[in-house]
């Protein structure tokens, strides 16, 4: 789960982090009552769940109140990355001196959350990362004793001379790592941090991300979730208990089990295909929790032909089947279908399909390369 923004800089504030005042607004009249009570020039800018806002032309200056309505006329519905902009956020324009990167992540490497710092921020870290990786700093947290203070001061030399400044920054790194722990995130940023002309200290960006296995323990987070912002098949897939991850291919996967899901994947590129989604349909899978899986992939235009990869060993083949059969009676199924099962009840499964003038496969490579060839025919 994402935080937006607004939501986000909440946090921040609420850690003692300088962030600029400001309100969120979904309406132009609104964004203009809120520059006039700021007064001044002012930020109009985009909340959804994507990077590159600025880029997009998602965050926009104002001089007036009435432009900031202009503005937020201009953002308000429009798309961004595929997601439409239902909300803005207002807020005081800065003038920037310079823009830094402060973040934390979760290292898989070293199995601990890491901080990273770049003098290069307001920019892609992800590009920053890959073409000159020496501007990024970064200490692994000790999860024993947190952030120390020296760390944090020496991530805060890495951005600035100024010992001014440097105190600052180090006081809004720490500060940083205890909201990521506090709230359980995976992934916390301020992407830029910023320096006034005045040698200030600020955060203009925030984004935050839970995962959503942690959400149980932080209700307060969880609180925060805005359903009308997420893909809406993977809102619905997760109220079925499935795991669905939407993604850009063509070739709609269900599977059982999430390494077979990764795996299938993987197999799917190798034939030269690309995935539609990542699906787990879980252990025991009964035939209805089948039924709405292939109701969520179908709903995805972009697929051409979907495969089953079923490997029965709690989850009995013979659900599965019953799953599909279930399925195919309720709506029509326009794309191809391409079905493997093996394991426990193969033979009872593949039977079900059998009465339905369906087949299987019972091998995985076999039946990833038809699926691949067949959603290739049909593009
Ligand atoms: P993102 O593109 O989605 O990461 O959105 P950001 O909030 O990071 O804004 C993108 C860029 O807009 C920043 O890197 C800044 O250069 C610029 N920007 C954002 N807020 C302000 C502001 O208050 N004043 C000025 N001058 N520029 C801003
Ligand atoms: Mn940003």
Known sequence: MNLHEYQARELLKEAGIAVPDGDVADTPEAVEKIAERLGGKVVV?????????????????????AEAKE???????????GLTVEKVLVAPAEDIATESYVGVIVDRESQRAVVMVSPEGGVDIEEVAAKTPEKIFKVAVDPRYGLLAHEAMGLAFELFDDIKLVRQAAGIISKLYQVFV??????????????????????????????????????????LRDLSSEDPSEVDARE?????????????CCVNGAGLAMATMDLVKYYGGDPANFLDIGGS??????????E?????????????????????????ANGIVTALDQTEIKVPLVIRLTGTNEAE??????????????????????????AKEAA
């Open 45 to 65: 800018k985009a909340q959804v769940h994507a990077g590159g806002r600025g880029k997009a032309g998602g965050v926009k200056l104002a001089d007036t109140a």
């Open 71 to 81: 503005h937020a006329r201009a953002i308000l519905g429009m798309e961004i990355k």
């Open 182 to 223: 506090s709230s359980g995130a995976s992934l916390i940023e301020i992407n830029p941090l910023v320096s006034t002309p005045e040698g200030t200290v600020k955060a203009l960006d925030a984004k935050l991300g839970v995962d959503d296995n942690e959400l149980g323990r932080k209700p307060k987070i969880e609180a």
């Open 240 to 252: 079925a208990g499935l795991s669905f991850i939407k993604l850009d291919g063509n070739v709609g």
């Open 285 to 294: 899978s009964n035939p209805q929790k089948v039924v709405t899986a292939l």
């Open 296 to 320: 969520i992939i179908t709903r995805d235009k972009n697929v051409k032909a979907i495969l089953f990869n079923i490997f029965g060993g709690i989850t009995r083949c013979d659900d599965v």
């Open 349 to 374: 499964g593949i039977k079900i399909l059998e009465d339905r003038g369906l087949s299987a496969l019972t091998d995985m490579d076999d039946a990833v390369e038809k699926a691949v060839a067949m």
